[in-house]
């Protein structure tokens, strides 16, 4: 098998793995935070709707759609950030949850977004560069975030929120940057791949999606960047290996979540265990 022939057989597998692995990233934000939310499925398809639609309805430059679908969820997680970000756990999950699909609904019934059809006939900008650089950016940016003060906070705040108050740490201004910046990568992910799949349907960002993205993360574990990136990669390669249980796809998800909050809590990427493991 050529190279060409190999990348037309691998590139979809390929390209998801890298826009999956920026929605992991964008959870893996908040969840660092302490923050379950259930959100970034709803920011990904308003980044995609809008980019999708910036490209089709207007000669402006493929930058510019991403940048409006980087923008717009970002705007949108800045206004329902600073009252739903009060509530803490399940409740804010459900919360979430819930605008997640207010948004789906609103697509759904909208003419610009063609309604229950979706769109059509996106223009196919989003090459392998496109992907392989923006993931490459949002990993130098977590990473540098992580090591910076900031990152330390958001530590501080998921150990116990109450302790970082007292000392100091601006919480509800730390969690809603957490908030915002995850909904801007997840726009952007978004963005890419309306210019890939080159079709749109408000079902894709649903539910399922949110939970999708959640088992990336918690799969992988939140204990540094390469967990949800391993994530990712494997609910990406998964349904390729089992497309016979494609009809149960999201009861696999299920039982990996069980199975990983039972046996590995910590997730897929524990650095402290393999040190351990590798001294004995």
Known sequence: MDWVSWWNAYSDIIL????N??????????LSCGLLTLANAAFMGIGAYAGALV???????????????TSLPATAAILIGIPLLRLTGVYLAMATLGFGEVVRIILLNMDI?????GLNGIPPLTQWWHVLGTLILTVLLVVALKKSKMGRAFEAIREDETAARLMGIHTDRIKLFAFVLGAAIAGLAGGLSAHYTFTLSPGNFGFEAAV?????????????????LMGAAILTILPELLRGLQDYRMAANGLILVMVVLFLPGGLWQPGRFRKRMSC
């Open 16 to 19: 998801g793995i890298g826009i």
């Open 21 to 30: 692995g920026l929605l992991a990233l964008s959870i893996y934000l908040t």
């Open 55 to 69: 490209s089709m309805q207007t000669s402006w430059p493929f930058s510019v759609a991403l940048f409006v679908a």
């Open 113 to 117: 977004t063609g309604g229950a059809l």
């Open 212 to 228: 999708d993205i959640l088992t990336m993360a918690v799969l992988g574990g939140i204990g540094g960047v390469p967990g949800p």
